[in-house]
């Protein structure tokens, strides 16, 4: 196999929402907030007009991405044996992932994600992880990381506990590791945690101009670009309007973004990018057209609702 998926399993709801509802739910907009109450989640919920559902999850949505260009994947993630776990499943199995996970009726509920779209297209995502947030080391097969070339984790798995008893299992069994740091609300939460992941574990990091800054605590993008040649592993940042650029020691390759683009929803750029990112490499292609097939993919995806092509 090709490329592993370990990640959260959860639903997307997809709804359009404007700038009022992000400031009366006290959001901070474009970031992604954890719900620990279901029925405060409900709540939330309850009175939105649902414009899609879809199974979802950042590193499963990067797995379908791959799927879709021709590459034998597979993705772990925990669910439940409820209505949402159902459709989750159904939804990876169309994609042809193979799902190395049996589910069976849990404590909580599938995970769900609502992804609040307003008007100029950012996505502001509550999470309930339910069930998701119960992975452990169980759960995660050695043999099935063992026969993948590399694995692919998120950021948003990472919790002390059990999740990091199944995310160091991994690791410790993988041949290659990838990670997206995924958001900046991970990354402020589990700052020292994932710069020791970043220097010593990763073989592949993946972060936008943001999370990585606040990683470092760097004042400007070139001391991440100091941070990045030190380490000498492969570190890949899309920076917005200004592109994407891989580091790897001292080569330093940047590519632009396509122009004249109909922007829909934000939702599932940097998943989308990913999957473009890894398709490439594990091809063997040269690293700017992985970037290059990043931003194709992502390109795609932020012109439709959604974060699966």
Same mark, same amino acid.
């Given at each position: 196999?090709?490329? $592993?998926?370990?990640?959260?399993?959860?639903?997307?709801? !997809?709804c359009?929402?404007?700038?009022?509802? !992000?400031?009366?739910?006290?959001l901070?907009?474009?970031?992604?907030?954890?719900?620990?109450?279901? %029925?405060? +989640?409900?709540?939330?919920?309850?009175?939105?007009?649902?414009?899609?559902?879809?199974?979802g999850?950042?590193?499963?949505?990067?797995?379908v991405g !791959?799927?879709?260009?021709? *590459?034998?994947?597979?993705f772990?993630?925990?669910?439940?044996? *409820?209505?949402?776990?159902?459709?989750?499943e @159904?939804?990876l199995k169309?994609?042809?992932?193979?799902?190395?996970?049996?589910?069976k009726?849990?404590? &909580?509920?599938?995970?769900?994600? &609502?992804? &609040?779209?307003?008007?100029?297209?950012?996505?502001?995502?509550?999470?309930?992880?339910?069930?998701a947030?119960?992975?452990?080391? %169980?759960?995660?097969?050695?043999?099935?990381?063992?026969?993948? @070339? !590399? =694995?692919?984790?998120e950021?948003?798995?990472?919790?002390?506990? @059990?999740?990091?008893?199944?995310?160091?299992?991994? =690791?410790?069994?993988?041949?290659?590791?990838a990670?997206? $740091?995924?958001?900046?609300?991970?990354v *402020?939460?589990?700052?020292?945690?994932?710069l020791?992941?970043?220097?010593?574990?990763?073989?592949?990091?993946?972060?936008?101009?943001?999370?990585?800054?606040?990683?470092?605590?760097?004042?400007?993008?070139?001391?991440? =670009? %100091? +941070?990045?040649?030190?380490?000498?592993?492969?570190?890949?940042?899309?920076?917005?309007?200004?592109?994407?650029?891989?580091?790897?020691?001292?080569?330093?390759? @940047?590519?632009?973004?396509q122009?004249?683009?109909?922007?829909?929803?934000?939702?599932?750029?940097?998943?989308?990018?990913?999957?473009?990112?890894?398709?490439?490499?594990? %091809?063997?292609?040269?690293?700017?057209?992985?970037?290059?097939?990043?931003?194709?993919?992502?390109?795609?995806? =932020?012109?439709?609702?959604?974060?699966?092509?």
């Amino acid at each position: 196999m090709k490329i $592993l998926g370990i990640g959260n399993a959860i639903v997307d709801v !997809i709804c359009k929402v404007d700038e009022n509802f !992000i400031t009366q739910h006290n959001l901070t907009k474009s970031t992604m907030k954890l719900f620990f109450d279901e %029925n405060e +989640f409900k709540n939330l919920i309850k009175n939105l007009k649902i414009e899609k559902t879809v199974s979802g999850g950042s590193v499963a949505n990067s797995i379908v991405g !791959i799927s879709q260009l021709g *590459d034998k994947v597979g993705f772990i993630g925990k669910i439940s044996d *409820d209505n949402f776990g159902s459709k989750y499943e @159904e939804g990876l199995k169309k994609e042809n992932v193979n799902y190395f996970y049996s589910k069976k009726k849990e404590e &909580l509920p599938t995970g769900t994600c &609502l992804i &609040l779209v307003t008007p100029d297209s950012e996505r502001t995502m509550c999470t309930f992880l339910g069930t998701a947030g119960k992975i452990n080391e %169980n759960d995660v097969s050695s043999n099935v990381i063992k026969n993948s @070339e !590399i =694995i692919f984790l998120e950021g948003y798995l990472w919790d002390e506990g @059990e999740p990091k008893k199944a995310f160091n299992k991994a =690791i410790n069994s993988a041949n290659k590791v990838a990670m997206s $740091l995924s958001d900046l609300f991970c990354v *402020d939460r589990h700052k020292a945690h994932f710069l020791e992941l970043v220097k010593n574990k990763l073989d592949i990091t993946f972060a936008n101009e943001q999370e990585i800054t606040s990683l470092i605590e760097a004042k400007s993008f070139n001391e991440v =670009i %100091n +941070f990045s040649k030190k380490l000498n592993k492969l570190v890949i940042v899309t920076r917005g309007e200004k592109g994407a650029v891989a580091i790897k020691g001292q080569e330093i390759i @940047e590519s632009q973004i396509q122009k004249n683009l109909k922007i829909v929803d934000l939702t599932g750029a940097g998943d989308l990018f990913a999957a473009g990112f890894l398709h490439g490499y594990v %091809n063997k292609l040269p690293i700017k057209d992985c970037l290059e097939k990043g931003t194709e993919m992502s390109s795609r995806v =932020i012109q439709q609702i959604g974060a699966r092509l």
